[in-house]
């Protein structure tokens, strides 16, 4: 019954194998080219529509818009098309000839060396029994009177066993080169100033003007308190921004609450992320940026909807 159980073991083992191997066909053959082939689709759909805010996270790469587009979506796929070419000429590299050749040189050489020592150890180890048979033809001989026998001399030649040395070449270690870090300067975050007025918003005499810190200090995503726009009343008489609205050129709009005045010299700062409201700082409560680095315009639209003031940077 024991070698029953083993064979079906075995059996069951080899079957299990043959899934797995079949298994692994599958993922390599079939699904692992689906992957690739739709990867730079998928990557182009997803700036082109800028899903989950990706076109502005890789606005930083040529050709690509904050807000995404056709266009965007285009140079996305050209890039990604351009990376899996990249990275299946390192793996081929990997696989070269090269590689493996150099490795025979030291298994070749090393071979002699082993063929030389086991030779010398037989030579060693059979040097006794030849000296004892040597010695036994003489009693042989005496004790056959009759028709002698040829008996076949042995002749034992005992070499010197003198330990041979064989150098093994060692590979001379190939110099590598390390790169020495290069220390990148931070960016100095700028601010944007404009005094581009167009109209005072209920009174003649008074004029407002927008400075914008557009870009955040680190990862704009974790620190979006670092970017804010701030409106002074350079005029001479008192600012009602009750419910007035600030926009930029993507249409993202904020509504500033009731009873935010400026008299002549305030300054009220917008900022992008969360907190809470007080007479001179105001939260816009988003979890992206707002702001492009790369250029956008400030509106500022009283209550009737008219413009008020306006600036474009970048």
């Given at each position: ?44 759909g997803?700036?082109a ?24 979506g ?58 004892e ?46 790169a020495?870090p ?23 005499d ?13 990862d ?61 700082e ?12 790369n250029?956008?315009t ?17």
């Open positions: 019954m024991s070698r029953l159980d083993s064979f079906s073991d075995k059996l069951n083992s080899a079957r299990n194998s043959r899934w797995r191997f079949l298994l692994y066909l599958i993922i390599v053959f079939v699904l692992l080219p689906v992957v690739l082939f739709l990867l730079p689709f998928m990557v182009a997803a700036i529509t800028n899903y989950r805010e990706a076109a502005h996270r890789l606005s930083f790469l040529p050709g690509i818009s904050e807000t995404g587009g056709v266009v965007s285009v140079v996305a796929f050209v890039y990604t098309f351009i990376a899996l070419s990249v990275f299946g000429a390192v793996l081929n590299l990997g696989d070269s000839p090269e590689t493996t050749a150099s490795n025979q040189p030291a298994a070749t050489t090393v071979a002699p060396a082993a063929t030389t020592q086991s030779a010398l150890a037989e030579t060693d180890t059979n040097t006794p029994a030849q000296e048979t040597t010695s036994d033809p003489p009693a042989t001989t005496a004790t056959t009177p009759s028709t002698p026998t040829p008996t076949p001399t042995r002749t034992t030649v005992r070499t010197a066993s003198t330990p041979t040395t064989t150098a093994v070449p060692t590979p001379s270690p190939t110099p590598t080169t390390t020495v290069t220390q990148t300067p931070t960016p100095t975050p700028t601010t944007t100033t404009a005094a581009t007025t167009i109209a005072g918003g209920g009174s003649d008074s004029q407002l003007s927008i400075s914008v810190h557009e870009d955040a200090i680190g704009e995503y974790d620190n979006l308190d670092d970017e804010y726009v701030t409106l002074t009343n350079t005029g001479e008489s008192t600012l009602d921004l009750s419910m007035w609205q600030i926009k930029d050129i993507a249409d993202h709009t904020y509504t500033i609450p009731r009873s935010v005045t400026l008299a002549p010299g305030e300054s009220v700062t917008l900022y992008t992320g969360h907190g809470t409201d007080t007479d001179t105001l939260y816009w409560g988003r979890d992206a940026p707002v702001w492009n680095n250029g956008d400030v509106f500022v639209f009283d209550t009737d909807g008219e413009l008020v003031a306006e600036h474009t940077y970048g």
